[in-house]
């Protein structure tokens, strides 16, 4: 049976997989199979995007719908930033963190375990394996492990992590570290995951395309060379499939809006009070949380900010459906027992940065020409995917669209694994061995269009989604205030 090893590079967009900058992955992309329209969930955010990986769930079915976020049945007034140790804080109240079974849990049940090195946020950390204490399995971080006894035994055999820097290259050479001397021979996972901070880490603090963006982008590559030369010398390549895989795609800052600041200045009270709306920033989205979902207010607020020039594309939940000028959150699979009731995309376009790199976008926190994701840009809503390995075809493109959702549901059906519960991804079948043609999957894309009068003007937006049998992809979402 294939084993599984996972990689994935933090913010990767799929123009930068090229050989001058990515020799190794560039190689082992032209060997295996490049999937040409892969997407995100949104918001194009980190976290959530995990935990659609290891999940195959969207946003509303596993629980988590951003980087920053509330939890009604945890705190119905808080929004925090999904961080261990709050995560762990609620795992502790409710007795999980994620609404849906991950792919350590669905491992464990088949006797077998998923371990994951990452030294990305220790929020993405977490949501690999959360329940790591009783599903088995492993997250290993510089700051913490699941199970928490693992961190001190790994610090005992592999000493102190190095120090931060940009590039993160001592942090990412030890990780390969302990991928490669303790995780896959000693372990020996049916599926292991390696995280990349890189280039998400650099491209945040100097631009997509800035010089140390791009060393660090040479610096992961190099990475992962070494973990590809490992496979090889240990007569390993021929039974793993490897998949490389990034969370999102990415934009350059236009200009910074604090939004929540706006939103009182507009009148709207903190969310304890009646009429009073929690703010959640997410890069270039932002979730809206309305006292007792109040539909009233929501649609004032609605309303408001569809006038504001970085208002982009509007999605509100199932529990306030109807609200004119907005489309349903259902389009991005968003509806569950954590629904926002609004989530906006701040608007974006298509010029390009001082390196050349396509999209510009408003943002809540970050300076203007700093990496920017979480909108529905079309260049945030592609990412990268390529696989090689036993299980693939080699030396295929598929243009059919695919997910981060896909990921689970696929490693799933190379191990010849069955899941329990229904997972919103589908299996690649047509990437795989004795899989259909990828031209002969049939697939279809829509434009939903909605508009609202609004201060003298009209509102108008247009969310694109392609579809694939029942399994759902945001192209992109735009939306501009025409006056009248």
């Known amino acids: 049976m294939s084993k599984v090893l996972i990689v994935c590079f933090d913010g990767l967009q799929p123009t930068q997989v090229t050989p001058e900058l990515m020799p190794n992955l560039a190689a082992l992309a032209a060997e295996g199979v490049t999937f040409q329209n892969h997407h995100p969930v949104f918001p194009t955010v980190t976290r959530i995007n995990a935990a659609s990986m290891v999940t195959g769930r969207y946003p509303g079915g596993h629980g988590l719908a951003g980087n920053t976020v509330v939890m009604r049945e945890f705190d119905p ?59 088995g399995g492993a997250t290993i971080h510089p700051e913490f492990c699941l199970p928490y006894s693992l961190h001190s035994d790994i ?53 997509v395309g800035a010089d140390i963006s791009n060393a660090a982008i040479q610096a992961a590559d190099e990475q992962f060379g070494r973990l590809l030369g490992w496979l090889d010398e240990n007569g390993r390549s021929a039974e793993t499939d490897v998949i490389v895989i990034s969370d999102h795609g990415y934009t350059t800052v236009t200009e910074t809006v604090d939004v929540e600041s706006l939103v009182r200045e507009a009148g709207f009270p903190q969310g304890t009070d009646a009429g009073g709306v929690v703010v959640a920033h997410n890069g270039g989205s932002v979730l809206f949380y309305i006292h007792e979902k109040d539909r009233a207010t929501t649609d004032r607020l609605a309303e408001w900010l569809m006038t504001q020039p970085w208002c982009g594309s509007m999605l509100a939940s199932e529990a306030v459906e109807g609200i ?98 229904p997972m919103d991804g589908r299996p690649l079948l047509e990437a795989l061995e004795g899989g259909p043609d990828p031209a002969s999957v049939q697939w279809a894309t829509e434009v939903h269009r909605a508009e609202r009068p609004v201060g003298g003007g009209v509102y108008r937006q247009e969310v694109t989604v392609s579809e694939v049998d029942a399994t759902t992809y945001i192209d992109q979402g735009t939306a501009r205030l025409d006056i009248t």
């Open 155 to 207: 610090i005992g055999q592999f000493g102190p992590w190095p120090e931060d820097s940009m590039p993160a290259t001592g942090r990412l050479s030890h990780a390969v570290k302990i991928m490669t001397e303790y995780v896959l021979p000693e372990r020996d996972p049916a599926v292991a995951l390696f995280w990349s901070c890189e280039p998400d880490h650099a491209q945040h603090a100097a631009g």
């Open 77 to 135: 007034y808080r929004s925090f930033s999904a961080l261990e140790p709050v995560l762990a804080e609620v795992a502790q109240k409710l007795g999980h963190t994620l609404l849906a079974p991950t792919l350590a849990d669905i491992l464990q049940q088949h006797g077998q375990e998923y371990i994951a090195v990452g030294i990305g946020t220790t929020g993405n950390a977490y949501v690999h394996n959360p329940n790591a204490e009783r599903s």
């Open 324 to 421: 004119a000028g907005t489309l349903p959150l259902r389009l991005a699979q968003g509806d569950g027992a954590r629904s926002p009731e609004l989530a906006i995309s701040l608007a974006w376009d298509s010029t390009p940065n001082q390196a050349g790199y396509p999209g510009h976008a408003y943002c809540t926190g970050l300076a203007p020409g700093l990496g920017l994701h979480g909108s529905m840009s079309r260049h945030e809503m592609r990412n990268t995917l390529v696989a090689r390995g036993p299980s693939f075809k080699r030396g295929v493109a598929v243009s059919t669209p695919t997910g981060n959702v896909d990921l689970t549901p696929t490693i799933l059906h190379i191990l010849g694994i069955s899941p329990a519960v």
